[in-house]
């Protein structure tokens, strides 16, 4: 592409450009990096466009899929860690209340234990049974959840352990277990059975949380790699094609002037004059919601931004002698405007980009934390916030914050970034 | 100036001093009233507060048992007669006293009551004719024997027929809300407050807090703050994030109630193409949830006790019937369906799906505790058998009219709904959920699935013709056998409900959800 140079008189002449050592992208280049703060902010913007492509394949987890996700690791706190399913053995307790009696039981390899021995007595006079199950080897030492007793007859209650409020289960502790009392207000005459529930607290560690899991058990670390993704794809997307859309219109309102550029000017004005969020929230309630939409969305609201600067760029390029040179060649219009007009446009709609990149990947942020835009099973950062929130009184920061740090990361290094190419493009602020 | 000001100063200070007086109570809800006019719409936001306003014939405890109201006593005194008697001396709140008139204009009012989103004429559909005997006395001819006639009518709020023309506008103003139940209406403005105060004459005694304040705060994260700022003394749907740490608050008193109110699954189960079930490739396929055996799977794919103890934190109950143990009408055969996920995917098979299918659950995401969050469990747990479920959800404003649809069936292929019995025994949600649709009858008209069976239909027919108590408990425990058999729903869990109070009151628990001064205790 030939570049049209808008240089003092004094500079040599563009054809003779080749010859200079320096090109201008490397000069842009070099004095882009004099200034350590950029540096940091591009060095952390790429390693997050690296993160978010390669999530796929680095991402320990695919947090999009379900059949992925336990349920089971819901809200684990940071550093805690995916297991096998632990062991778990439910021991139907059969007794006959009427007599004394004593029963086995066999376990195979599903649990550390071998076997256990039940022997009940009824209570002389009460109606009441005596009763004490002894495991081999004991459970001391193995680390079990409290274990639970259910299915006692109607008005039964034990003498150990306690009642859940509202359930029917008991819980109680293994050492109780060697002798316990059930006791009826009701006559013990019919067989029952008790049923307890034995189970391990873990299994054998598949995978570390660094991160910790949301309240649907999704790894946040992959979730936020994944939400990355979703944020700067949808932020570069949906910025580029409003970048386009706005370019040319606002070129073309330059260019043309008169009756073209009133209306557009005045659509620009319309829609500049509405709040973004209140725009965007209308139009996903009419669109309804899905990436894509939360995308044309976005287009939608950003493009007059777009248009606007190209404008006003473009009104102070086409009154420059290389535009009116080249019309006086008779070239086309079409040529004019994009291989004459358009290039030397470019560089303050490079840094509304960037700004705006970082713009949009906040508003889908904010959007998906209103809840409207993306599918609750994919969620995007914003979503992930969000679900967060609700967690952060009983003290689960980490479903909220980690998400919170990664999106005020990408907006400070892209915002950083913008704000060094700003400098670096416009000739005006250079010291 | 110095002066006068300092005495404003002291002057606020006392006004606001005595407003803070132990005798007055703020009650923050998470659902604002739609209307102020007690027949305008069923739904537990409306009726917890107009039932305050406005007295019923027969009350219902905190466990939905019936107590004497407006009547003291009654009984049938034919197979299709009742007879009511009414207390003596009761007023109104200007006054005037109230007879048997106001109940037959009440009754009356229930159906023509304009634009009722949700209407009270199923419990006054069965009334043949009133028969006014003398000012106390009331007759009931009903179409066949009704032995759920005292039910249906302790449902129904009974208004003074001084003002015979007064608009559901009316109401909500003020002018013609004038009841005879312990609290007066003092104003209302929507979204941000609805003022009562006590009723001193009431016929139960003066109630014990001289004004109520209900406030409606919808974010859960809104109200509890507010409770813990001391904003308000009362808030109901503690989230069950929350409990744990507000549990170990030396301020704050909660307590917690098993609730009538059943979650579960409404499945498209008469369609032959339902519009969110697809094969693996996307394409419209035959309605699989036609075959009870995928329904089936579907039911035994859910672990229900996980729901239970991850998503609600331990705070509900799993279900495997329409109404929590200790209701009247429930079942003692019917197990919680056990998780068992192989099972789910060789009942597939054997029904021809060995790959599954596509399916999307959708749900609301304001309505019930969690929902958002169960709907997704779900779907974690359909996908988990090869059923591979999207999820969507969305406002209840929206959802509801989406789910119920129209006369061609809901718009949904599986949705996530809850139903809390209004009469506190079993027929409310059989008849509503599980009959086969009839517009007439107004039975099954929230059969969002249109599950249709016959000797369900025939069971529930019987029982609800069935005067003896012990009969009727049997036929509904049989009718609710057959409807778990077919899968005609899924239910997952029973909503627990907690309540928050600031230290010194305690709340007691409602099986129906309400949240009400009167079941407010001062220690």
């Known amino acids: 592409m030939t570049s049209v140079e808008t240089t003092p008189i004094d500079v040599p002449l563009p054809d003779q450009k080749a010859a200079k050592p320096v090109s201008p992208a490397v000069q842009i280049a070099r004095e882009f990096l004099e200034s350590p703060l950029a540096v940091v902010g591009l060095a952390i913007l790429l390693i997050i466009i690296l993160v978010a492509v390669f999530a796929p394949w680095i991402a320990p987890q695919n947090p999009y899929d379900l059949s992925e996700i336990r349920l089971e690791d819901s809200r684990q706190p940071p550093g805690s860690q995916r297991t096998t399913a632990p062991w778990e053995i439910d021991l139907d307790l059969a007794v006959d209340p009427s007599a004394e009696g004593r029963s086995e039981f066999t376990f195979g390899e599903e649990a550390p234990i071998e076997s256990a021995v039940l022997t009940w007595t009824p209570v002389a006079g009460e109606n009441a049974v005596t009763m004490s199950l002894i495991f081999n080897p004991t459970l001391e030492g193995i680390p079990l959840e409290p274990l639970r007793i259910d299915d006692l007859p109607r008005r039964a209650e034990l003498d150990i352990g306690e009642k859940h409020n509202f359930r029917s289960f008991w819980t109680v502790e293994v050492a109780e277990l060697a002798e316990f009392t059930l006791s009826s207000s009701r006559p013990l005459d019919r067989p029952f059975e008790l049923e307890l529930a034995i189970k391990a607290t873990e299994g054998e560690a598949l995978m570390t949380y660094w991160l910790g899991t949301d309240g649907q058990g999704r790894d946040m670390l992959s979730a936020i790699m994944y939400g990355l993704r979703t944020s700067l794809a949808v932020g570069v997307v949906s910025c580029f094609f409003a970048m386009v859309i706005g370019l040319s219109l606002g070129m073309t309102a330059a260019f043309f002037g008169g009756r073209i550029e009133t209306i557009i000017m005045r659509i620009v004005d319309l829609q500049l004059s509405f709040p973004t969020i209140l725009v965007a929230l209308m139009l996903l309630a009419i669109l309804g919601s899905g990436v894509e939409k939360v995308m044309l969305a976005l287009i939608i609201v950003q493009w007059a931004y777009f248009a606007r600067t190209a404008r006003s760029v473009a009104l102070v390029e086409r009154s420059k002698e290389y535009v009116e040179a080249a019309q006086c060649l008779a070239l086309s219009k079409a040529r004019v405007i994009f291989r004459h007009l358009l290039p030397n446009c470019l560089p303050p709609i490079i840094v509304v980009a960037t700004v705006q990149v970082a713009n949009a990947i906040a508003l889908e942020a904010t959007l998906s934390f209103l809840g409207i835009g993306l599918p609750v099973t994919e969620p995007s950062l914003g979503l992930l916030i969000s679900n967060g929130f609700e967690f952060m009184l009983s003290g689960r920061y980490w479903i909220s914050m980690y998400p919170g740090l990664a999106l005020l990361l990408t907006i400070i290094a892209i915002n950083l970034v913008g704000d060094r190419l700003r400098d670096t493009l416009n000739p005006r602020l250079r010291r | ?523």
């Open chain 2, 1 to 523: 100036m110095w002066k006068s000001l300092s005495t404003a100063t002291f002057a606020v200070g006392l006004v606001v001093g005595a407003m803070a007086h132990a005798e007055d109570i703020t009650i923050a809800v998470a659902s604002e009233v739609t209307a102020m006019d007690p027949h305008y719409h069923n739904t537990g936001n409306n009726n917890q507060i107009v039932g305050l306003i406005y007295d019923r014939m027969l009350h219902q405890d905190s466990n939905q048992q019936l107590e004497p109201g407006l009547a003291v006593e009654w009984g049938p005194i034919a197979d299709d007669v009742w007879e009511f008697k009414l207390r003596e001396g009761v007023t109104f709140h200007d006054g005037s006293p109230l007879t048997a008139e106001d109940i037959v204009f009440s009754y009356e009012r229930v159906p023509n009551v304009p634009n009722s989103p949700s209407s009270f004429a199923t419990y006054t559909a069965g009334i043949a004719e009133i028969i006014v005997v003398d000012d106390y006395t009331i007759q009931f001819r009903t179409n066949g024997p009704y032995p759920l006639l005292p039910i249906d009518l302790s449902t129904i709020q009974i208004v003074s027929s001084e003002n015979p023309d007064a608009t559901t506008e009316d109401y909500n103003a003020g002018s013609a809300s004038i009841g005879s139940g312990p609290y007066k209406f003092v104003s209302y403005t929507p979204g941000e407050s609805i003022v009562l105060e006590a009723n001193k004459d009431y016929w139960g005694g003066a109630p014990q807090f001289d004004t109520v304040t209900y406030r409606p705060i919808s974010s859960d994260a809104a109200r509890v703050a507010a409770l813990l700022a001391g904003d308000v003394d009362v808030i109901s749907g503690v989230p069950t994030s929350d409990i744990a740490t507000l549990e170990d608050n030396p301020n704050i008193v909660l307590s917690q109630g098993v609730s009538n109110r059943v979650i579960y699954l409404h499945i498209d189960s008469r369609r032959v193409y339902s519009p969110f079930v697809t094969d693996n490739d996307g394409n419209q396929m035959f309605n699989p949830l036609q075959d009870v055996n995928v329904r089936k799977a579907i039911s035994m794919a859910i672990d229900r006790d996980t729901i239970v103890e991850e998503v609600m934190e331990g705070i509900a109950i799993p279900a495997g019937q329409v109404l929590p143990e200790g209701f009247f009408g429930v079942s003692d055969n019917i197990e919680v369906p056990e998780y068992d996920p192989e099972g789910a995917r060789a009942l597939l098979a054997e029904a021809g799906y060995p790959d599954g299918f596509k399916l999307t659950i959708h749900g609301p995401n304001d309505r019930y505790i969690n929902d958002e969050q169960i709907a997704q469990a779900i779907a974690q747990m359909l996908t988990r058998v090869g059923i591979e479920t999207a999820v969507e959800t969305m406002p209840r404003s929206v959802y509801f009219g989406r789910a119920t649809g129209d006369e061609n069936g809901s718009e949904f292929s599986l949705m996530l709904v809850g139903w809390g019995s209004g009469t506190g025994e079993a027929s409310s949600p059989l008849r509503a959920l599980l009959h086969t649709r009839n517009d007439e009858t107004g039975l099954g008209r929230t059969n969002r699935g249109r599950y249709s069976s016959a000797p369900f239909d025939a069971t529930l027919q019987m029982a609800l013709n069935t005067v003896d108590d012990n009969m009727r408990a049997a036929l509904l425990a049989r009718a609710t056998e057959i409807a778990m058999r077919e899968v005609g729903l899924i239910p997952t869990h029973f909503q627990v409900n907690t309540w928050g109070t600031r230290t010194g009151l305690r709340y007691i628990p409602r099986t129906d959800e309400y949240t009400r001064p009167t079941n407010v205790v001062i220690e």
